[in-house]
């Protein structure tokens, strides 16, 4: 049973462009959402993150936004550069279950010069 | 300097065999955790120890066993090692157990033959 979706495997975006990765979970009880960075032969890395009681978080070219009623947040990168090329993670938790993160399968972004 | 380390990187034994992955943060965190990542590249979270105190336990076949000699290591110890086990396992910690926001190590690539 998947909590956590992320339905595209891939997305391609010529560079200067705005990405967009998208992300569903079906579980209701999960209270922060977060995103995560991965390139080949790396661990993840921490990139932005959203509580469930704002619906908008911004941090300079990255924004994650999350609609609750439809259990759906988005990853907005712009303007896209080619070093944003990595498979992205959307995640999340329930706060009081500790730090248990949920994963989706990955998107892999690559941003074409 | 690595924030979260794990040994070996790559890691190729044959069936039947016993090995451990190490894992160290020098982060100060109090919780650590071991996530696999398996072919069809889902995260999935294994254990979760605080302040060497194991806190989660998700449904492992009890052949993997942690060990937390200390809050800044953690380590996993597979014994009689399966095909199945092939996967790549990844370390993170955060601050504490009720933090959201974790760092992972790069990743130990497990090849059973």
């Known amino acids: 049973d998947q909590q956590v979706k992320q339905n595209s495997p891939s997305l391609s975006v010529q560079e200067g462009r705005i990405s967009i990765l998208n992300c569903d979970y079906t579980n209701s009880m999960f209270d922060y959402f977060l995103w995560y960075k991965k390139y080949p032969a790396e661990g993840p890395t921490f990139l932005i993150s959203?509580?469930?009681?704002?619906d908008k978080n911004e941090d300079g070219r990255f924004t994650v936004f999350l609609n609750k009623s439809a259990k759906h947040l988005s990853l907005h990168i712009v303007p896209s550069q080619p070093g944003d090329s990595a498979v992205y993670f959307c995640a999340a938790l329930r706060t009081n279950q500790g730090g248990k993160l949920i994963f989706g399968q990955g998107t892999e972004l690559s941003v074409k010069p | 300097d690595t924030a979260v380390s794990q040994t070996p990187k790559y890691l190729v034994t044959q069936m039947g065999n016993d090995k451990s992955i190490k894992c160290e943060q020098n982060l100060g965190h109090d919780t650590m955790y071991w996530y696999k990542q398996d072919s069809k590249k889902f995260l999935k979270i294994m254990f979760s120890y605080n302040n060497k105190e194991l806190i989660i336990n998700e449904t492992v076949p009890n052949r993997f066993s942690p060990k937390s000699p200390d809050k800044a290591h953690l380590n996993l110890h597979i014994n009689s090692l399966e095909l199945g086990d092939s996967a790549v396992y990844f370390c993170?910690?955060?601050?504490?157990?009720?933090?959201?926001?974790?760092?992972f190590g790069q990743g130990t690539r497990l090849t059973v033959v």
């Open positions: 993170a910690s955060s601050r504490d157990w009720g933090n959201t926001e974790a760092f």
């Open positions: 959203i509580s469930s009681i704002k």
